[in-house]
């Protein structure tokens, strides 16, 4: 990654690869460590996606699953680990809150998917699998789906989601990934849901509702709510535009809203309890970890 050498890595998961992902296209949520940083230590940026061969199709042939597609490893900005209060490290005892009443209705307002999601994950006696944050964040909310309602979510999508290049499926996982590039294929999505990656993909899909930053840190978020942040506001405006993934040093991150931490008058809302792969769950997040901040409530 230094002096310019950007290494190829592919992760594949039983599909065939469509022309478009041969380009700079890749999943921009890649600074997903699964090493948690030190309190004096820069936050490590570790890459943990298998290598795989790539395999070339012809162009009339689609990809049966763009989830996990061409992934191009670039420079990535290294932000130092914002200072986190001691009182916010002492308060991540997750299920310390099951005994509060008030956080049993907050859990209970959620949507059959999104209570699926955090009991689930509450249960798990692995809560930080580690691997890439998409992958966790994403398997987390189809093997809740599928409990919930017997199949993938993929065959609940509408049909209205389909394009003049792409099928439901590839609109969907596309937007997921926020497979941003120069070409068509990116700037052929709807403008309003590219970037937002897993929020913006099922927002689209009629399964969730959309809540910006100031809806986040305004009490706005569900139990279950899946999240897309950015580290710089300037890579996520370049992603939203379609741009060459080689000129970027993208910081962006995906995982699970867990619940909200608040000050010791249990009034303001001081960070936010997370489920990811392991990068950051092991502390709240604060506001000013990311520039940007999207996340879905379910409604499935």
């Known amino acids: 990654m230094k002096n310019g050498n950007v290494r190829r890595k592919i992760v594949v998961k039983n599909f065939s690869v469509y022309p478009m992902c041969l380009s700079?296209?890749?999943?921009?949520?890649?600074?997903c460590a699964t090493t948690r940083p030190k309190a004096a230590e820069p936050i490590p940026v570790e890459m943990t996606e298998i290598s795989a061969p790539t395999?070339?199709?012809?162009?009339?042939?689609?990809?049966?699953?763009?989830?996990f597609h061409v992934h191009e490893y670039i420079s990535i900005k290294t932000p130092a680990t914002p200072s986190i209060p001691d009182s916010l490290l002492q308060t991540n005892n997750i299920t310390e809150n099951l005994k509060?009443?008030?956080?049993?209705?907050f859990l209970a307002s959620a949507s059959p998917v999104a209570q699926k999601i955090v009991e689930n994950y509450l249960a798990s006696p692995n809560k930080e699998p580690g691997g890439h944050c998409l992958a966790v964040s994403k398997g987390r909310f189809e093997k809740a789906y599928k409990q919930v309602y017997g199949h993938s979510p993929y065959q609940d999508l509408p049909e209205r989601m389909a394009s003049k290049l792409h099928s439901t499926k590839q609109v969907f996982d596309l937007l997921y990934a926020s497979a941003s590039d120069t070409d068509r294929d990116w700037k052929s999505l709807p403008e309003t849901y590219r970037g937002k990656g897993n929020a913006g993909a099922i927002a689209y899909a009629g399964m969730g509702t959309l809540i910006d930053?100031?809806?986040?840190?305004?009490?706005?978020?569900?139990?279950?709510?899946?999240?897309?942040v950015w580290r710089y506001k300037e890579d996520y405006e370049q992603v939203v535009k379609g741009t060459d993934v080689k000129k970027l040093d993208p910081y962006g991150h995906s995982f699970i809203f867990i619940d909200y931490v608040r000050d010791t008058?249990?009034?303001?809302?001081?960070g936010l309890k997370i489920a990811d792969q392991g990068f950051q769950s092991y502390r709240p997040l604060i506001p000013r970890d990311y520039d940007v901040w999207w996340?879905?409530?379910l409604s499935i």
């Open 213 to 228: 930053s100031t809806g986040i840190w305004g009490g706005q978020l569900k139990p279950g709510a899946l999240m897309q």
């Open 265 to 270: 008058n249990n009034n303001a809302i001081v």
């Open 55 to 67: 395999q070339q199709n012809s162009t009339k042939q689609v990809l049966q699953d763009l989830g």
């Open 100 to 105: 509060e009443a008030a956080w049993q209705a």
């Open 24 to 31: 700079l296209t890749c999943l921009l949520v890649l600074s």
């Open 295 to 297: 996340a879905v409530n």
